[in-house]
């Protein structure tokens, strides 16, 4: 018999999950394009670990799951802060200090664990910060009570257009500002996607941030018929 749509979602989580915890690295599952039944099938196969990259999706499946934990890695809305404060386990895509300033206002109770998202291409189309500003928002989010800086994400050139060694030296750059200012090692890495996680992991991250790879073909080009 022919696999089904779920047991080709829980092989596929298995083979990551497996290579990624036997490197020592943490995944996230990207379940921004993900249909519900594709994260229940996941949760019910072992996994708790989310990221979303709109405040209100996370809201909304942190309140369906609230079990499992909800990684914002998507720009944000002002008017969202209150979704991060409140559901978010961790915010990787920090990159202005106002922002930070609002969502650490919100926050109630424990400080929430946040990462500086850095622009490594340097190109202004892209989020984040520029790098050689890093050190001046790391500053500024020490000095916020609901914030606790933990380390940095970022996004590497496409594969494609940067080849290997771009990519590669896109990765070293974060992992070089990750050393300046947690000091060694300390501190996260959070860095790599489906199409170039293995260069990061070798190049040193901490967690990896996996959509397409490990749920399949995002809903406009999906063929699949039987999620409804
Ligand atoms: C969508 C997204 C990912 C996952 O991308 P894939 O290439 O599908 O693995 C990772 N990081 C961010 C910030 C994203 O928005």
Known sequence: MAETWQQQLIGRWRRLRGELDA?????????????????????????????????????????????????MIGPMQRNKAKYIACHAAMWHSCEDLAM???????????ALPVLIQVNLAALPQQHGVMPENVAGLAEGISRLDGLRLVGLMGMAPRLDAAGE??????????????????????????????????IAIEEGATMVRLGTLLFGSTPETDTRTDYA
């Open 100 to 110: 930070a300033g609002r969502v650490a206002e919100l926050r109630a109770g424990k």
């Open 165 to 198: 060694e771009g990519v590669r030296a896109a990765f070293g750059r974060l992992r070089g500002l990750r050393d300046d200012i947690f000091g060694g090692s300390l501190g996260e890495l959070c860095m790599g996607m489906s199409g170039d996680y293995r």
């Open 23 to 71: 490197a020592g690295v943490k995944m996230l599952a990207v379940s921004k394009y993900a249909p519900e039944q594709a994260v229940q099938t996941l949760i019910d196969a072992g996994e708790s670990r989310f990221a979303e990259s709109r405040a209100q999706s996370l809201r909304d499946r942190a309140g369906r799951w609230p079990g499992c934990e909800w990684h």
